[in-house]
Structure formats: structure tokens, C-alpha cells
């Protein structure tokens, strides 16, 4: 079975610097890659995926990922949070086109002043 | 469009009720997907109905029971509600041949 590894549970950032949110996931003969944000009281939204082609992936709201096959690890990046980015996010992988989502722990995101 | 709703989005209960939340997917969505969230344990898969089957089902009890209408609408069951199944539920619908899923707002369950 597929599973999804956030080491970190929270980081607090300065706004205007830049954040990683790290993500590894279990290895799979093909596997879909998502990040997800949830803001406090609301469902989730899609950041940003990748199925194939391209490793760096660029989403919404200035976001991108790298996809590394090796490393297994899909980790996210902004090169400057502003306090709007405080939120949770999610990284989620599946291996079959919409089924068998498996979702990490989580990362809080605080976002500073 | 419009989005993936929930109803209710706030619901009391006491221990030993039963609770039968709603999802409405997005229309033309075929696939409803379930997941309790809670602070400890994260996201967690409940099952998932596709054209009114179920496809794929999680880890949990007997007591957690779902359904899917013609019209794509779902329904979740939690019979004998436990102090341990306060959580965000949230439902999720994906259209055909799409590799995301599109989340509602959930519903809170409280138990006492």
C-alpha cells in the first residue's frame, strides 16, 4: 500500500522568505502526485499535481513542486510567503487516475510578520 | 459551477446516535470519495462510490456505511456514534478520466 511521509508537522516562517514543505511518499510502479491546502473551516484545494512529463511542476498562488523519481520525494516550494499562505497542507499520491488516494499527516504553515 | 456541497455542515450528537451526512458532487462527477479528519490521525480514508458502487472502502468499522444515488449524490452512515468519531468529514468528487479530486467544506461531527 501506498503511504505518504510529512516530516514536518509545522513551520513557522518569516513573510517574504522562502518555504519548502517536504514530502516523500512510498514507492510504485506509477504514482500521481498532489499537494493540497486547507484553509482554517474549508475543505481542500488543489495546489498542484503531477502525472507526468515535466518534474518541476508550478501551481497556484506562486507554488511549485519537484517531482524526484530517485529520491522518491515530491516537496513544495514558495520563494516568498506572504501571511495569506498560513494554512495546512497536504501532500497526497495515488496510482490509479482519481482512485487510491492515500494523504500525509500534514504541514502547518504559520506564516509570520 | 457550482462546487462539491455538504450538508449539514455542523452537527451534535451523543454517544450511541446514528448520523447520515449528504455530499452533492459536482455535476457530471461520477466518483464520491469519503475521508474523516481528525488532529491525531490526519486524512483518512473512508470509501469511495462510483455510478452508485462501491470501489474502494478504508479501514474503519462496519458502523461506517455509505451509499451513492443515480444522481451521483452520496450519503454516509455512522451508526452507534463513539466520542472517537468527532471529526471534519469531508467529501470528495472527481469527473471521469480526471486524476484530482475536488473537496467540499465538510461536515464537523461533534459527539458528547
Known amino acids: 500500500a501506498q503511504s505518504v511521509t510529512q516530516l514536518d508537522s509545522q513551520v513557522p516562517v518569516f513573510e517574504e522568505a522562502p518555504v519548502e514543505l517536504r514530502c516523500n511518499y512510498s514507492s510504485s510502479v506509477s504514482v500521481y502526485l498532489f499537494w493540497y491546502v486547507q484553509y482554517p473551516n474549508q475543505g481542500l484545494q488543489l495546489l498542484l499535481k503531477?502525472?507526468?512529463?515535466?518534474?518541476l511542476v508550478k501551481g497556484i498562488n506562486g507554488f511549485e513542486a519537484e517531482f524526484n523519481k530517485s529520491q522518491t520525494s515530491f516537496h513544495l516550494r514558495k520563494p516568498s510567503v506572504h501571511i495569506s499562505d498560513t494554512a495546512e497542507y497536504f501532500c497526497?499520491?495515488?496510482?490509479?487516475?482519481?482512485?487510491?488516494?492515500?494523504f500525509g499527516p500534514g504541514t502547518r504553515l504559520s506564516v509570520l510578520p | 459551477k457550482a462546487g462539491v456541497t455538504q450538508t449539514p455542515r455542523y452537527l451534535i450528537k451523543t454517544r450511541g446516535q446514528q448520523v447520515t451526512l449528504s455530499c452533492s458532487p459536482i455535476?457530471?462527477?461520477?466518483?464520491v470519495s469519503w475521508y474523516q479528519q481528525t488532529p491525531g490521525q490526519g486524512l483518512q480514508f473512508l470509501f469511495e462510490y462510483f455510478s452508485e458502487t462501491q470501489r474502494n472502502k478504508g479501514n474503519f468499522p462496519g458502523r461506517f456505511s455509505g451509499r451513492q444515488f443515480s444522481n451521483s449524490r452520496s450519503e454516509m452512515n455512522v451508526s452507534t456514534l463513539e466520542l472517537g468519531d468527532s471529526a471534519l468529514y469531508l467529501c470528495a468528487s472527481s469527473p471521469p478520466g480526471v486524476d484530482e479530486q475536488f473537496f467540499g467544506p465538510g461536515t464537523r461531527l461533534t459527539v458528547l
Open positions: 503531477y502525472l507526468s512529463g515535466s518534474t
Open positions: 497526497a499520491v495515488s496510482d490509479r487516475p482519481g482512485q487510491n488516494f492515500v
Open positions: 455535476s457530471g462527477h461520477r466518483s
